[in-house]
């Protein structure tokens, strides 16, 4: 007996001494980081003076997707190339700040998914402004409240978002500077029981998305529509017997229960932000451009238009037709394709373009971004 406890209590010293010589080998090597992270941080503050000299932008959403990519293609593991691009793109956002702290409109309250976005684009080094409607995100931007506003585009499941395409016919000389692929996975929150739950509060975008799921397991709760995401999960806190289809982040943030995850019925389900404001972005090389155009009103115009495209080889990767809002029946087009204004085949197509259409918009062009989330 007295063996096995000596032996048991050299082992479990033998353990201690293991860990703490791990820890201490850890807390040099953080040592070392942050020594590293603040020379790198100076550096980017001496870009931002030559920046301001030269009267250059601090946003510069090519450049960053450029350096995470690098990082990408060096990582060996073990940590996963999500890991890596969470940790680069806060030491972007907080070196990026030393330079400017950017404004940055969402669609809010905090943990919608458009405030998600905002913070996958941009970090959490900036000043979020939450407003409540996408045209105030056009309006704050418009009337240079805030540098740079998070709209959502479309989403893989219901297409393009109305009320940032009308902003878009409205408010043309407002431009895309970058994009964010956020996927999307819904959870059901409430801290009642399931068998309790009546009603389900979300906005209607996030509630289409996952109606069958929702007729399926809760066929007798009542489904209502909010502003957003995280004004539902406000809501499903105060009210017995409510929930919200909303965020992971949301349940944390609003002292919630997550009932079910992932309940979206599309698996595959994504949402394209736009970031908006009033820079333009030089060519990167993998490039997207966003034109809105409108045709005239008689057969074929469309397909003239849209051959310009077929005829030059570019590649459509979005259409959306939208009402043009006057006394005729007509139609405005969104579209993206792959190549940068600056690309001569791209500026060709766009003269072409305009030959056949009644008026062209550039909406911008910018880096494609990868999916996230």
Sequence with gaps: MTRKSEGGTTAATRS????????????????????????????????????????TEVFSPAREEEVIQNVLEANKGPLSPESVRAIFR??????????????????????????????????????????????????????????FGVVPLENSTDGGVADT??????????????????????????????QEIRRVYSKPQALSQCRNWLNKNFPHAKQIDMASTADAAKLAK??????????????TNYGLRILFENIEDYPYNETRFAVIGHQQQGRTGNDKTAVMFRVAHHPGSLVQALEVFKTAKINLTWIESF???????????????????????????????????????????????????
Aim: aromatic share 6%; net charge neutral; proline share 5%.
């Design 90 to 147: 806060e030491i972007i956002s907080g070196s990026r700040a030393l330079q400017k702290v950017l404004k940055v409109a969402y669609l809010g309250p905090e943990y919608s998914f458009s405030h998600l976005a905002a913070i996958e684009r941009f970090g959490q080094s900036i000043d979020f402004i939450g407003v409540g409607s996408i045209a105030a995100v056009f309006e704050d931007i418009n009337r240079g409240h805030a540098d």
């Design 238 to 251: 105060q009210e017995p017997g409510a929930a919200a289809v909303a965020t992971r982040q949301a349940a």
């Design 323 to 373: 009402p043009a809002k006057n006394t005729r029946p007509e139609y405005v087009f969104f579209v993206d394709f792959e190549g940068h204004t600056e690309d001569p085949k791209v500026a060709r197509t766009l003269k072409a373009l305009q030959e056949h259409c009644q008026e062209v918009h550039v909406l911008g062009s910018f880096p494609m971004a990868p999916v996230s989330g």
């Design 16 to 55: 201690t001494a293991s860990l703490r010589s791990l820890r201490a080998q850890i807390d040099k090597l953080d040592a070392q980081l942050l020594k590293l992270v603040n020379e790198r941080a100076s550096l980017a503050a001496d870009i931002g003076k030559v920046k301001t000299d030269n009267g």
């Design 165 to 194: 395409l009308d902003m878009f016919m409205r408010m043309p000389q407002i431009k895309i500077t970058a994009e964010v692929r956020l996927k999307i996975h819904h959870c059901l929150l409430s801290n009642s029981e399931p």
